[in-house]
């Protein structure tokens, strides 16, 4: 079973940038998918960024030009940047991971952008 532990998450202003973490217990490199999701209260929880095993990005339409996926295999963890973040950026962010024996969330993190 993998564990995921999401960090980075906190209080910043409008137009700042966070960078969050997600250390997985064990190598990432066969897993075949990660991603970023995130929930706002009342909200449901939505995709906002994946990046395969190869490398390949997907991003929420919401949050292109503004955040980064990627991942650091020889460290088992997949990073978030964001930068110009918006107040409704602010939600609960949780890291995913899909691999041949299952798929797995972190506890999230929590992201607040104050205008």
């Known amino acids: 079973q993998v564990q995921l532990v999401e960090s980075g998450g906190g209080l910043v202003q409008a137009g700042g940038s966070l960078r969050l973490s997600c250390a997985a217990s064990e190598s990432i490199f066969s897993i075949n998918i990660m991603g970023w999701y995130r929930q706002a209260p009342g909200n449901q929880r939505e995709l906002v960024a994946t990046?395969?095993?190869?490398?390949?990005?997907n991003y929420a339409d919401s949050v292109k030009g503004r955040f980064t996926i990627s991942r650091d295999n020889a460290k088992n963890t997949v990073y978030l940047q964001m930068n110009s973040l918006k107040p409704e950026d602010t939600a609960v962010y949780s890291c995913?991971?899909?691999?041949?024996?299952?798929?797995?969330w972190g506890q999230g993190t929590q992201v607040t952008v104050s205008s």
């Open positions: 990046i395969t095993r190869g490398g390949n990005t």
């Open positions: 995913n991971a899909i691999a041949v024996i299952g798929t797995y």
